[in-house]
């Protein structure tokens, strides 16, 4: 089992950048799957972006498109988020998840492993 640590949220200003990482243990993430989540409050939670295992499949989600990259380091065992330009509709706990060997799927289910979240908040 591959065990999942998210750091880097906090308070930001709109229009500002968070980098988030989620540091993996038990496991070395080259052969998973990564994808980063996210669940405001009274929300579902949604599909934020997902790079693939081998790292040549990345996808975000609209709202994501732009703004947001994910990168992983294989070497250091971390996923990051970088998040650009802010907003306050940002604002929600970010989730780092994994699969082994699997596609960057949007389906949170599909996703065995999970961290424990990171809370964003964004103000206006």
């Known amino acids: 089992q591959v065990q999942l640590v998210e750091s880097g949220g906090g308070l930001v200003q709109a229009g500002g950048s968070l980098r988030l990482s989620c540091a993996a243990s038990?496991?070395?993430?080259?052969?998973?799957?990564m994808g980063w989540f996210r669940q405001a409050s009274g929300k579902e939670r949604e599909f934020v972006a997902g790079?693939?295992?081998?790292?040549?499949?990345?996808y975000h989600a609209d709202s994501a498109k732009g703004r947001f990259t994910i990168s992983r380091d294989n070497a250091k065992n971390t996923v990051y988020l970088q998040m650009d330009s802010l907003t306050p509709e940002d604002t929600a706990v970010y989730y780092c998840?994994?699969?082994?060997?699997?596609?960057?799927?949007?389906?949170?289910?599909?996703?065995?492993?999970w961290g424990q979240g990171t809370q964003v908040t964004v103000s206006s």
């Open positions: 790079i693939r295992w081998t790292g040549g499949i990345i």
């Open positions: 998840a994994a699969r082994y060997y699997g596609d960057p799927v949007a389906a949170k289910s599909l996703y065995p492993y």
């Open positions: 038990g496991r070395t993430i080259s052969s998973y799957t």
